[in-house]
């Protein structure tokens, strides 16, 4: 027996308490899940910033690294170009990152292989390290790696 106030019936009523819980619940994972993947977004996209900063510091040390070349031809010089080396690149980078400690910032930092002078002129540096996201790093336990490249070049002016 149903009981019946104002016209309205109880018994549908009833079957319906209850039901907002489960929509606020859905909703709250729903959100939690979105701030998670937008946490960890934000994280590998700064440190990649960071690397980035980095990598162009290396750039312009590495580029100040050239040696002059004056080439002399047929009684008339030659201006002084600027060469730089692919070792000598490397090895100014390597000495930007110990000097200003940017393996303490980041980890599993490292020069590239691909780093060096490909025209003799411009450098190009290569940076690698991992970025190991907030919240999420039980899903990537090695990390997520980032590359970050810059180049200078290297220019003499009067």
Known sequence: MTRR?????TTADRSEEGQIGVLVIGYLLVCL?????????SAVYIEHKKLLSVADGAALAAADSYSI???VGGGDPTPPLPAL???GVEESAAGYLAATGA???FEQLAVDPSSGAEDGRTARVVL?????PPIVNFLVPAGIPIVAQADARAELVR
């Open 69 to 71: 070349d004056v080439g």
């Open 85 to 87: 080396q692919d070792s």
């Open 103 to 105: 393996a303490a910032r």
């Open 33 to 41: 899940l979105v701030i998670t993947v937008v946490l960890a977004v």
């Open 128 to 132: 690698t390290a991992v970025v190991r």
């Open 5 to 9: 106030t104002g016209g309205a019936d």
